[in-house]
């Protein structure tokens, strides 16, 4: 006989559901009747021997809270079964809660939870998307050439004020509104001017500063900054330089090229490695540019209720990306805008989800031998990389979803009225560090 008399699903709302499941009792029972003689045949009672207190001693001490435990373990099983039965996407956990026992009743609980959304792929041929289309010139190898040759360089203290290029160790505190912010305190903080490091206000606030010299002062931060939480925003900030540094750069020598892992050492097989490494990047950069512009597109496109719990999983991922303590303040993101981004994160996680399930999309056996090899390239073992992956399905999984996600994004561009725009390398590598 099963333990299951009767289940009773209805919706509350677009993903919310609530079950009525009816245990029967006799089942019940012999459960509860079953742990308690496992459980007396373990038990120490003062005043018997282990094991052998009388069934009555037993079953008056121990029956309420028994069968409370069967109660909520029968209740876990039997909704997981339930929910397979009716083929529920169930996402988090459920809350449930028993009913008060009447005499000659079932026991029975309810079951309060949410559902995965029903999703239909809006049309995606109203989508308008830009594609950058660039490549890496010779002045874009000498810009990076230099950028290496500064990564490298040795720095120098000295006592005149900061200028552009030189490197600042300050200690600062920052305050908004008079009041100090929650990590808005930084001790040794370095700064290299003009690098695009920090923001052009705070950058400008140290040009002029010499190793000793303090100062207090106030930025207002453009309505368009790249941190959102700034837009706007007038921030007080204390400067105290600790050091002020100006690099000296290496010569682009043999032994300099050689330092870098060119094993023949020579300038042409130096250039050659930075400029494929730049175009990758580069085509790395426009692929995430294009999928941000379809995920954005999409989650414009389409309206649906999300779930509560897979909301709450991305804050507490979001909060690990940003520290494995973090909590909102003025200062970071705030909880407004943390709940926004992760909710946004989980619509868009769903809508793709949805045109991989709706669209068959399997991932490409090459596909993924590509990404591996493209991962490997960076690495000094690439083989013990790959192998690595192929022996750990965990592992393999992820690459794979990451291909799946490219081939949602590459249906939904093959849909989308999609526009080249002839740019330059610097302006697609800026642009997608604002994002």
Known sequence: MSVIMQISVKSTGTIDRTMVVELAAE?????????????????????????????????KRY??????????????????????TYRLRVTGS?????????????????????????????RVDTLQIRRPVATVQNADLEKMIAVIR???????????????????????????????????????HSVELGWGGESKEFEAALVGMSAGEEKVVAITFPENHSKKHLRGQTVSFRLKVKRVSEPVLPTVDLNFIKKLGIADGSLEAFRAEVKNNMSRELQHTIQSQLKQQV???LAALHDFDIPESLVADEIRRLREEISPNATPSVDGLT????????????KVRLIVDAVIRQQGLQPEPARVAARLQDLASTCTDPTA???????????????????LEEQAV?????????????CDFDSVMKSHQMI
């Not at 500064?150 to 008079?178: L, M, S, T």
């Not at 909880?335 to 989980?346: D, G, I, L, P």
Request: hydrophobic share 40%; charged share 30%; aromatic share 8%.
């Open 385 to 403: 990389l790959i192998d690595y992956y192929r022996s750990h399905p965990p592992a393999l999984r992820a690459i794979e979803e990451a291909v």
């Open 94 to 122: 459920p809350v449930i809660n028993f009913e008060p026992m009447e005499d000659g009743r079932n026991p029975h609980f309810v079951a309060n939870f949410q559902v995965y959304p029903e999703i239909k792929i809006g």
């Open 150 to 188: 500064r990564q490298h360089a040795e720095w120098n203290d000295v006592a005149r004020p900061a200028q552009r290029g030189d490197r600042v160790v300050v200690d600062f505190e920052r305050r908004v509104n008079g009041k100090s912010v929650e990590g808005g305190r930084a001790k040794g």
């Open 27 to 59: 089942q019940v029972d012999k459960e509860v009747s079953q742990r308690l003689q496992s459980l007396a045949a373990e038990l120490r009672v003062d005043g018997f021997r282990p094991g052998k207190a009388p069934w009555a001693v037993v079953k």
């Open 335 to 346: 909880k407004e805008h943390m709940e926004s981004q992760a909710a946004h994160r989980v």
């Open 410 to 422: 590459e249906w939904v561009l093959k849909q989308a009225s999609v526009t080249d725009e002839v």
């Open 295 to 297: 995920v954005d597109g």
């Open 63 to 84: 029956e309420a809270s028994v069968r409370q435990e069967v109660l909520e373990k029968l209740a876990k099983e039997t909704f997981q079964q339930a929910a397979d």
